[in-house]
């Protein structure tokens, strides 16, 4: 993820410096190009040599070099740097960037910086629980830079306590996380979903069903919970597992999910009814099972509660609900007249008498059906692939 990416690392005095070198290696193992600034009392703890070695490049102490006469320009390394990486900051540096105190070329380089920056900090515990300390970190974090806090553990000092600087990979997971963050599509949107089939018991040992295997629900989650959003599974009986992430309320019959969904319905922004949902139910539950007798059994039904169509009568218009279609005949029509039935802001066509799609399958062939008529074929592929086309075209609404 930090690949090709241009990284300046600031370097201050303190003895987590000796760690930024660790951190100089990560960094260009994960395919960054590095360039260091260190401060004058960074020197004391660690050398230019060892990090020019490490990057591979010209490490800068200085806005001037007095050897070579040479000025080096802090608003073009500013330019430079897709991020910028303050690891550690001491309370000194801290300060002066709260300020804007630019008495040296890593404080005018900040000042200058267009990209995001990180900032590391190291201290002694007190030192860093100080209000002084706290109030600069607040102020900073208002300015938009992310703070990595620092950890807690034995300190140079041999107190323990907060002011340990982050270790080197936590340091670039917390980048990564927050890089990752910015590109997700649903941060903050809760989603819930239906999936897998319902069982619809007649006596202990039998019930009416339908075919199910909850793949496209799951792989439906699994795209929202990667692209941010917190999400609901409310899943009748499947074999597989829920994507890490993701909550998972099981039930078995319709009524159960009815309730489930009635109970989590007005948290949620975006409702996706993934279930093949059992449309009757046996009249009667029979406590023991039921003797076969006669040549003929006479089973009575009675229908399950519409949870969708429900849904699409008390939904608000800020909530967006999918549906899915399951048609054999009629395709388009039948799935635009449900469209209409329940509500939907969209709705998913599978053609159930077609060869590798629908209900057990791996794959799926559909057509995606916006409420303004627009309608999307997406060829026969994996239904994860699905999953994140219907994520897309769902952004597409919202967008
Ligand atoms: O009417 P039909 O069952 O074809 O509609 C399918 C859509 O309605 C699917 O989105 C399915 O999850 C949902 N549904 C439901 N409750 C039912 C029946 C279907 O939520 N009882």
């Known amino acids: 993820m930090l690949q090709n990416k241009k990284i300046l690392l600031g370097v201050t005095g303190g003895i987590a410096a000796y760690k930024s070198l660790s951190l100089v290696r990560l960094l260009v193992k994960n395919g960054c190009e590095v360039k260091v600034i260190l401060t004058q009392a960074a020197q004391s703890f660690v050398t230019p040599l060892s990090f020019s070695t490490l990057s591979k490049n010209l490490v800068l102490t200085d806005n001037f070099n007095s050897k070579t006469g040479e000025w080096h320009n802090h608003v073009e390394l500013g330019n430079w740097a897709d991020l910028m990486l303050i690891a550690p900051a001491s309370a000194n540096t801290l300060a002066k960037m709260a300020l804007g105190i630019s008495d040296n070329l890593l404080i005018t380089t900040y000042l200058s910086a267009k990209c995001p920056v990180f900032i590391a900090p ?29 950890t807690e553990g034995e300190l140079a000092s041999g107190l323990w306590g907060q002011g340990r600087m982050a270790e080197p990979e936590d340091i670039i997971t917390f980048i990564e996380n927050t890089n990752r963050k910015k590109t997700q599509k649903f941060v903050g949107k809760k989603v819930l979903i239906t999936a897998g089939p319902t069982q619809e018991p007649l006596d202990p040992v039998r019930y009416i069903t339908n075919y199910s295997s909850g793949k496209m629900a799951y792989s439906i989650a699994d795209v929202f919970s990667k692209e941010g959003a917190e999400v609901m599974l409310i899943s009748g009986p499947v074999q597989i597992s829920p994507p890490s992430q993701t909550k998972l309320i099981s039930i078995i019959t ?50 399950n509660p519409d949870i969708a169509k429900e849904l699409g009568q008390i939904k608000e218009d800020d909530q967006i609900l999918v549906g899915f279609a399951l048609e054999t005949e009629n395709y388009l029509e039948n799935a635009k007249k449900k469209l209409l039935e329940k509500n939907f802001d969209l709705i998913v066509l599978n053609k159930g008498n077609q060869a590798n799609v629908g209900m057990m399958s791996d794959t799926n062939e559909v057509d995606l059906i916006f409420k303004n008529g627009k309608t999307i074929n997406i060829g026969l592929k994996d239904k994860k692939l699905i999953a994140q086309d219907l994520v897309d075209s769902i952004f597409d609404i919202i967008k």
Do not use: W
């Not at 629980?129 to 992310?146: F, I, R, V």
């Open 254 to 303: 319709a009524k159960e999910m009815y309730e489930k969904v009635i109970q989590h319905f007005h948290s949620a922004d975006i409702i996706v009814c993934a279930a093949a949902v059992s449309d009757y139910r046996p009249e009667v539950y029979v406590d023991n099972k039921i003797k076969k007798t006669d040549s003929f059994f006479k089973l009575n039904l009675v229908k």
């Open 122 to 150: 190291a201290m002694d515990l007190d030192m860093y629980a100080h209000p002084t300390t706290q109030e600069n970190l607040s102020k900073l974090a208002k300015h938009g830079n992310q703070i990595i806090p620092a």
